[in-house]
């Protein structure tokens, strides 16, 4: 691991590149190994409350780029749950009332069990 404040800084802005990178191409495997990285450096970065005004500048970069991560993990889980709700949707069996109006059965999650 890194041993001065502005390599543990260079390094954690690495993997927050690193991190966005593999969950554009969805690579899991090497996403979750760089989020276990980066938890354990910003783990040690904690007590840290000193910072030189050249590192400050690296961290507020850090930080935006951390942001841009959230936002894309954010609309990311936007659109798979708008995605199982459309098909949730769709493949809730219709059946009739006693009026004759139409009533949608629930699914009871029915792609996540992987039974269509």
Same mark, same amino acid.
């Given at each position: $691991?890194? @041993?001065?404040? @502005? ?24 996403? $979750?190994?760089?989020?276990?990285? @980066? ?13 030189? !005004? ?12 951390? *942001? *841009? ?19 949730? @949707?769709?493949?809730? !069996? ?5 009026? /004759? ?6 699914? /009871? /999650?029915?792609?996540?069990? /992987?039974?269509?």
């Amino acid at each position: $691991m890194a @041993k001065t404040l @502005k390599d543990q800084l260079t390094r954690l802005h690495e993997l927050i590149l690193q991190e966005r990178e593999y969950a554009k191409a969805f690579a899991m495997n090497e996403l $979750m190994a760089t989020v276990q990285v @980066k938890n354990e450096l910003i783990k040690a970065l904690e007590p840290v409350r000193d910072i030189s !005004p050249e590192d400050r500048e690296l961290a507020a970069v850090i930080r935006e780029e951390n *942001r *841009r991560n959230a936002y894309l993990f954010w609309a990311a889980l936007a659109f798979v749950r708008e995605s199982m709700s459309f098909f949730q @949707k769709e493949l809730a !069996p219709v059946s009739y009332g006693a009026q /004759g109006s139409t009533i949608r059965g629930n699914t /009871g /999650g029915i792609l996540l069990r /992987g039974r269509i």
